[in-house]
C-alpha cells in the first residue's frame, strides 16, 4: 500500500517535468536579437520613392501606418525593400530574431554584408548577376 502510494506520488511529480520538456523543444526557434546587435542596425530617414504612383502609400508592415516623410526607418539587410519604422522593428527583433516579411534570419553576416554593400554603393548593384 505504502509503496503503491510512493509510485503515485513519484509519477505525480515526473509527469509535469516531462511535459514541461516536451513542450520547450517543440517551441520554435525563434531567438531575441542581441540588444547591441539591434542598436548597431542602420538608421536612415524614410524619402517617399520618386517614381512611385500618386496616391500609393508605403506603409509598415508592423503598425500598418504609413510613412510619412523624415519617419526613422531601418532597412533589413534581407531586402532594401523590407524596412520598418525603427520604434517597429526594434520591438519585434527583441522577441523575434527574423525578419517580419520573408523570415530570414537577421544576423552579424547579414548585417556586415549590409553595410559592405551601403558601402560599395552602386558598384554592388552593377556587378549582381541578372538571371
Ligand atoms: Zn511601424
Ligand atoms: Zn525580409
Known amino acids: 500500500m505504502l509503496k503503491c502510494c510512493c509510485i503515485g506520488t513519484l509519477l505525480c511529480c515526473i509527469v509535469p517535468i516531462i511535459f514541461f520538456a516536451a513542450r520547450q523543444q517543440q517551441q520554435p526557434s525563434w531567438v531575441p536579437t542581441p540588444p547591441t546587435f539591434v542598436q548597431n542596425l542602420y538608421h536612415t530617414k524614410f524619402k517617399p520613392p520618386a517614381n512611385a504612383p500618386a496616391g500609393?502609400?508605403?506603409?509598415?508592415?508592423?503598425?500598418?501606418?504609413?510613412?510619412?516623410?523624415?519617419?526613422?526607418?531601418?532597412?533589413?539587410?534581407?531586402?532594401?525593400?523590407?524596412?520598418?519604422?525603427?520604434?517597429?522593428?526594434?520591438?519585434?527583433?527583441?522577441?523575434?530574431?527574423?525578419?517580419?516579411?520573408?523570415?530570414?534570419?537577421?544576423?552579424?553576416?547579414?548585417?556586415?554584408?549590409?553595410?559592405?554593400?551601403?558601402?560599395?554603393?552602386?558598384?554592388?548593384?552593377?556587378?549582381?548577376?541578372?538571371?
Not at 506603409?59 to 525603427?86: K, Q, W
Open 56 to 131: 500609393s502609400e508605403l506603409e509598415c508592415s508592423i503598425c500598418l501606418l504609413a510613412y510619412t516623410e523624415e519617419d526613422e526607418i531601418i532597412p533589413l539587410p534581407c531586402d532594401e525593400r523590407h524596412f520598418f519604422h525603427a520604434s517597429c522593428i526594434t520591438q519585434w527583433l527583441e522577441t523575434n530574431n527574423c525578419c517580419p516579411l520573408c523570415k530570414a534570419p537577421v544576423t552579424q553576416e547579414a548585417l556586415a554584408q549590409q553595410q559592405a554593400q551601403l558601402g560599395a554603393g552602386n558598384a554592388v548593384a552593377e556587378n549582381r548577376i541578372v538571371m
